[in-house]
T-cell receptor, first 113, second 111 residues
Framework: EDQVTQSPEALRLQEGESSSLNCSYTVSGLRGLFWYRQDPGKGPEFLFTLYSAGEEKEKERLKATLTKKESFLHITAPKPEDSATYLCAVQAVKFDSNYQLIWGAGTKLIIKP | NAGVTQTPKFRVLKTGQSMTLLCAQDMNHEYMYWYRQDPGMGLRLIHYSVGEGTTAKGEVPDGYNVSRLKKQNFLLGLESAAPSQTSVYFC??????????FGPGTRLTVT
């Protein structure tokens, strides 16, 4: 069964304390892996797409990496405004539902000043 | 550009009542989606559309219907609301079936 698991469920960091969020996945064939940021009371906001193992994408203090089994979202020297829930989603290669994403439950990140 | 908009933002229904949620996008995207988000769970796809006049079932379609009469609009209907449909509903759109852009959500409570 296709599955996406994010860890930890919640992470509290001090401002400037770097860390990583994990997204592990099991799918029959990976079409793409997506990272989103969600602020309280708002819809998810697209961050990155990764397509193949070894690929990396960066945006400000965030860097996403991909292996054959998992993806990491590295946060370098975070600021309080980076506090949010980070969602990971995977698109599997399927014959009958090419448009369906499989979502993880998210990691709630809290950055304390 | 407004992006993806959803109406209403909040709604309280009694069991058995019906309602329609409206999603509109101004990005000329072909693909549109309806999700529900429940605490501790990932987003779950209810229905989606790959173009005007088309709809398809997602992971949790039971109790919901959709229509896409115009390219820019995607409607989600609940014919007879149940407490299990209490959730936050998100609409999303995309140019191709990859990066999706989300609306602000509708918080629905069924009592």
């Amino acid at each position: 069964e296709d599955q996406v698991t994010q860890s930890p469920e919640a992470l509290r960091l001090q401002e400037g304390e770097s860390s990583s969020l994990n997204c592990s996945y099991t799918v029959s064939g990976l079409r793409g892996l997506f990272w989103y940021r969600q602020d309280p009371g708002k819809g998810p906001e697209f961050l990155f797409t990764l397509y193949s193992a070894g690929e990396e994408k960066e945006k400000e203090r965030l860097k996403a990496t991909l292996t054959k089994k998992e993806s990491f979202l590295h946060i370098t020297a975070p600021k309080p405004e980076d506090s949010a829930t980070y969602l990971c989603a995977v698109q599997a290669v399927k014959f009958d539902s090419n448009y369906q994403l499989i979502w993880g439950a998210g990691t709630k990140l809290i950055i304390k000043p | 550009n407004a992006g993806v908009t959803q109406t209403p933002k909040f709604r309280v229904l009694k069991t058995g009542q019906s309602m329609t949620l409206l999603c509109a996008q101004d990005m000329n995207h072909e693909y549109m989606y309806w999700y529900r988000q429940d605490p501790g769970m990932g987003l779950r796809l209810i229905h989606y559309s790959v173009g005007e006049g088309t709809t398809a079932k997602g992971e949790v379609p039971d109790g919901y219907n959709v229509s896409r009469l115009k390219k820019q609009n995607f409607l989600l209907g609940l014919e007879s609301a149940a407490p299990s449909q209490t959730s936050v509903y998100f609409c999303a759109s995309s140019e191709e079936p990859y990066e999706q852009y989300f609306g602000p959500g509708t918080r629905l409570t069924v009592t």
